[in-house]
């Protein structure tokens, strides 16, 4: 099955600038990565995605990045603002466990004003 | 709310009790799922339902036992939990299963400690 490692863990960032979340996973079939953020005490919520037919989307201060033949994605948060701060979740689909979504670990970043 | 309701949001038990927790969608999706959160661990899938058939059981012990009478209401019932099983339990749904872009919903979850 799919395995899908997140890094950092925790990631503290001056506002105004650019937060970076990469995460790696280890099944090649995958070709959809969403991420997910939570803020404190609320339920995950589905930010930006992006499937493999593509090297990158944007959608405002919030961009994906995926290399296949490595096997990693990467989230971009530019200029940071206070309500950037939560957990962000990775997740890419397990082909064999029909399509799925296995998620990584979570990083916590926190934009101090 | 997002479509997607979840009770209890706070729930107690005692390691003897029996409990429920509730799930119900109204999105018209085909697809719901139960999701444990536990601190510093990933989102852990327990239990998958697609049209009201479960399609994925993560060896899940038996004392979650889950429960979908029809495509938008989903139970997870309790007994005999351990404290080790306190955590956050997320329900979601998503449109289908196999879309290959599975985007899921999720309830704000209920917030389970085992005395």
């Known amino acids: 099955g799919e395995n899908v490692e997140q890094h950092p863990s925790t990631l503290s960032v001056q506002e105004g600038d650019s937060a970076v979340i990469k995460c790696t996973y280890s099944?090649?079939?995958?070709?959809?990565f969403p991420w997910y953020k939570q803020e404190l005490g609320k339920r995950p919520q589905l930010i930006i995605d992006i499937r493999s037919n593509v090297g990158e989307k944007k959608d405002q201060r919030i961009a994906v990045t995926l290399n296949k033949t490595a096997k990693h994605f990467s989230l971009h948060i530019t200029e940071t603002q206070p309500e950037d701060s939560a957990v962000y979740f990775c997740a890419a689909e397990d082909k064999a466990a029909g399509n799925k979504l296995t998620f990584g670990g979570g990083t916590r970043v926190l934009v101090k004003p | 709310e997002t479509g997607v309701t979840q009770t209890p949001r706070h729930l107690v038990m005692g390691m003897t009790n029996k409990k429920s927790l509730k799930c119900e969608q109204h999105?018209?999706?085909?697809?719901m799922y139960w999701y444990k959160q536990s601190a510093k661990k990933p989102l852990e899938l327990m239990f998958v339902y697609s049209l009201e058939e479960r399609v994925e059981n993560n060896s899940v012990p038996s004392r979650f036992s889950p429960e979908c009478p029809n495509s938008s209401h989903l139970f997870l019932h309790l007994h005999t939990l351990q404290p080790e099983d306190s955590a956050l339990y997320l329900c979601?749904?998503?449109?289908?299963?196999?879309?290959?872009?599975?985007?899921?919903?999720f309830g704000a979850g209920s917030r389970l400690t085992v005395l």
């Open positions: 999105l018209g999706h085909n697809a």
């Open positions: 979601a749904s998503s449109q289908d299963v196999s879309s290959g872009a599975n985007v899921l919903t």
């Open positions: 099944d090649s079939a995958s070709n959809y």
